[in-house]
């Protein structure tokens, strides 16, 4: 069993004993999935007041204060619907799709840690790939949504679900790559090295968001980022104009809303990422890190929502052409020029 | 005891898993065969602390190459590529391929004697830091020889996919383009 520790102090010695310590993690994993499945709700409606707004009409106002109450009525009714599957579908395959896509994204939190107190942290996994295993994890998508379109028996979910399998492992490589220069900075792949990574300039060390360090990085990573979680201007595997709705056409029911859900904590699973690596974590002014973690999360997730509405749809060449023509040759630049500026530096 | 749990059944999948690759007739069940066996393979990695390996193991050949594998087989769609008639078995040629190979797997492993792993610091053993130091030290050569090796296969494979198009005179509009360019 890996060495997991905890950064914080430890008085009743709960951590070093071996019982406690597994009701510590259990505990923890049941309050991940808590706080991820209201996270993604309260993400759809953020979404959809926020495109509201944006489009000067009001969004979800009606069930609960501010329509707050609006995803818990929407859950209600999808949980109630008839959970059909179409003629000739693969039975297994089609109940498996969506089954893998939701796993994978509860997940990738195994190894994401939370900044909830000033020194206290905590994270499930303490692995020493860290965040590779976020990559693992996130890469078993290109399943889900490829078997969701296979399944289908449906040439409209088959094309969307080609399409996403060819976008992820296109835009996989951009995204792992943009975070190398990351890596060779801080020296590690632990995400709460990375988050907490400090500077010693001019005889004092303090906490640095490494934004300021890798811009490039911060850049192709974001344009990566939105490609993986499948999101406009790179949601072309459920472009609702050609494909209906791609992979998720056939899917109804709690079927549908774990495809629905997987998506959108892959998206808060990105923003998290994006806090950690680039935006320092849960550090900041004043306030509890709890509160700036979660600010931070909210901003990304806003741009995603703004990118939305500002951005029309990629045609698939030029997705393709981005993905592998500008974005890859880029990242492996910025991972040559970072590498001889560090050399140099040291 | 539950490594040991965790072995067998991670050994049950990957055997199992090959043995659905090469039995199974739909082409896509078989695909996610391999999947099973790789993932498999990855906990097996995981077992032995070799961390990197095991997330490598997962983002290189489950995430990326047989997902192509599996793009493949659904592009050529549902059925098509089922085969007629069971799995035929030829046991005159099956004898003369396999006594060969399973003398020679009994030569191999009759000298290998079970034995405890040579200790190792369990820290530091499998992280990226050991692996990255053993590939730019000790492994330089060979590492570096075989990214040319890939790098030849890339370049080869690239060079026949394009020389045969060109052959036919038609290509995608986005490859038309490039030629323009």
Known sequence: MSSITLAAPDPLGLYTNPIGHWVIVVVAMVVALVVLMTGAAYSVWFERVALGRMQRRPGPNRVGPFGLLQLAADGVKLAFKESFAPRMVDPVLYVLAPAIMVTAAFLAWAVIPVGIWYGFSYWIADLNVGILLVLAVS????????????????????????????QLVSYELSLGLALVPVFMIVGSLRLQDIATYQVHWFGASFPLPLILVAPLSFVIYMVSAVAEVNRTPFDLPEAEQELIGGYLTEYSGLKFVCFYLGEYINMITVAALATLLFLAGWEGPLLPPVFWM??????????????RTTLPRLRYDMLMRLGWKVLLPLAIANVVVTAIVLVAVQ | MVAQAIFWIASAVAILGGVGVITLRQPINAVLSLVAVMLALSVLFLLLSA?????????????????LFLFVVALLGPGRERTR???????????????????VLWAMLSGVRFRAPQKADLATFGSVQQIGIGLFTKYLFPFELTSILLLVAAVGAIYLSRGERAGHGAGTADEDQDDRA
């Open chain 1, 139 to 166: 890469s078993m998508n290109a399943y889900a949504l490829l078997l969701g379109g296979w399944s289908s028996n449906n040439k409209y979910s088959l094309l969307g679900g080609l399409r996403a399998a060819a």
């Open chain 1, 294 to 307: 979660f600010v931070k999360i909210v901003f990304f997730i806003f741009l995603f929502i703004w990118l």
């Open chain 2, 51 to 67: 961390q990197f390996i095991f997330a490598v193991q997962i983002i290189v050949y489950a995430g990326a190459v047989m997902v």
């Open chain 2, 85 to 103: 008639g069971g799995l035929r078995l030829h046991w005159s040629l099956s004898l003369l391929v396999a006594l060969p190979f399973f003398g």
